[in-house]
């Protein structure tokens, strides 16, 4: 019988393999995305308050989501392995001014979904799209927050259990091609250091806490390759794998609420978060101020993404879990239903956030920085790349993009139908039934319909002077 062959390990690959190992490849790609980030801010305080004409707002909703997107889909967590808000770590963990662990209690996703949650909402409701100022400020507030967190705990909190973008991104990377395993679990199993997760004096370990050997999931990964830089065995591995790998995976998903719950939510506030750019929802803004009686925007918008990005999926999901348990005749804990379908939906997830910020977004607008950019150098006495031409925007023509949202759409609904048969088929004891099934299929149908219908409506064109 022959051994498993090693996985192909990219970290091996001629030129990036290199700069991937490269000591100070984090730290480089870092400084350039805090490097972009300054420029940002700049442009934020002292550059053109109109949004569609200022750097920050433009690179950040429309480029910055767009890229994010793209990322995910064909490689992994770029943003996360290059984030400029963690660049303060090293510096903070020096400080180490506490020392603390995180509270035991908070070691879970709950906090990340709320802060998501709220994020989205102010979102809306502060209209931060519009304003570059709010804008800057956030990312002002992201820079203090990671450094407070790594200066007071001992992991990194932050990315883990706080940033909505990490979340965003954990999420979204379930169904990334890449991933961290090791080469050879033989050595790991006599290794002594640990060093991967735990470090060395020279080197950091996991930030994340995650144990290369082990690793099944993306989650949690900022593919910062400290692991790889630690390992002093030169076992750990950045692999090619199939997107739908953790979808469809037979291995034991974790069968908590949070975790679960997450992936959930994450699929409807894709939806929920493009409702608020379309007509029905002012109409529904004011139907709930006249009963109401209020004129609070931020509480009526509050009320909204309640129920779309957190009452409905939680309801849902638990209905379904519930129903298709009693289908099954099964007697098990809820969760454990839960946690058997909920990772399938993570496609439709990503397919959802895909087709809004890359396939309308990022593809309608992709080209408006190019004038924004040429009006900042001539704002500074630049004319080098000459006078800016506002009617640059679309990528594509703009009859496409509804197509493209559709096939979108359609192929991450697809793939959570495989996805969910998959792991039906290969559940725990014995399979499921397609029967038991169905409510989650009805659920998965729903959404997309839902996404399909919210994504045809006229929708704000964020970010772009063309269409304003
Ligand atoms: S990945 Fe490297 S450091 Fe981690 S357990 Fe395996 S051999 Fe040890
Ligand atoms: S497993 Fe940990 S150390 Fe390795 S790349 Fe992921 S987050 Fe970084």
Not at 1 to 16: C, K, Y
Not at 444 to 462: C, D, K, N, S, T
Request: net charge positive; aromatic share 12%; charged share 10%.
């Amino acid at each position: 019988m022959h051994a498993p062959a090693p996985p192909t390990n990219l970290l091996n690959a001629p030129l990036i393999g290199r700069l991937l190992r490269w000591r100070w490849g984090r730290l480089f790609g870092q400084t350039l995305f805090l490097l972009a980030a300054l420029l940002l801010i700049y442009d934020g305080f002292t550059g053109p308050p109109l949004a569609p004409e200022n750097l920050a707002s433009v690179a950040i909703w429309v480029h910055y989501r767009g890229f994010l997107i793209f990322a995910l889909l064909f490689a992994g967590n770029l943003f996360c392995m290059n984030c400029p808000f963690t660049l303060p770590r090293t510096l903070a963990h020096k400080l180490s001014l506490a020392g603390w662990r995180w509270p035991r209690r908070l070691r879970n996703k709950w906090v990340a979904i709320s802060v998501l949650m709220i994020y989205l909402w102010l979102y809306e409701w502060l209209d931060l799209w519009a304003s570059p100022l709010l804008t800057v400020w956030i990312v002002i507030a992201y820079f203090i927050a990671a450094f407070i967190l790594e200066a007071l705990f001992t992991e990194s909190p932050f990315c883990k259990y706080v940033c909505p973008l990490g979340t965003f991104n954990f999420v979204s990377s379930t169904i990334s091609p890449l991933q961290i395993t090791v080469s050879d679990g033989e050595i790991c199993r006599t290794c002594v250091g640990k060093e991967c997760i735990n470090g060395s004096p020279q080197t950091l370990g996991c930030g994340t806490q995650l144990f290369a050997p082990q690793i099944q999931s993306n989650l949690d990964c900022v593919l910062c390759l400290d692991c790889a830089r630690a390992c002093p065995h030169d076992n750990v591995a950045l692999t090619v794998r199939s997107p739908l790998k953790e979808a469809t995976s037979s291995a034991p998903w974790p069968r908590r609420w949070d975790l679960n719950l997450l992936i959930i939510i994450f699929a409807f506030t894709g939806v929920g978060n493009a409702f608020g750019m379309v007509p029905p929802v002012y109409e529904l803004e004011l139907w709930l101020a006249n009963l109401l009686r209020t004129d609070s925007e931020g509480l009526i918008l509050f009320l909204i993404f309640a129920v779309l990005n957190l009452a409905l999926p939680i309801g849902l999901s638990l209905a379904a879990a519930w129903l298709s348990r009693a289908l099954a005749k099964r007697t098990e804990p809820l969760r454990y239903t839960l946690a058997r379908y909920a990772p399938a939906f993570a496609p439709m997830a990503f397919a959802g956030w895909a087709a809004h910020y890359g396939g309308f977004h990022f593809l309608g607008s992709a080209l408006s920085i190019i004038p924004v950019f040429q009006n900042f150098l001539l704002d500074h006495g630049i004319q080098a790349l000459g006078q800016p031409n506002w009617a640059l925007g679309p990528a594509l023509p703009l009859s496409w993009l509804d197509p493209i949202e559709l096939v979108i759409v359609l192929t991450g609904l697809a793939a959570s139908l495989y996805a969910l048969s998959h792991r039906a088929r290969r559940a725990a004891s014995r399979p499921d039934s397609p029967i038991a099934q169905l409510p989650w299929v009805l659920l998965l149908l729903g959404l997309a319909i839902a996404m399909m219908v919210v994504f045809y409506l006229p929708m704000e064109m964020r970010g772009s002077a063309f269409f304003s």
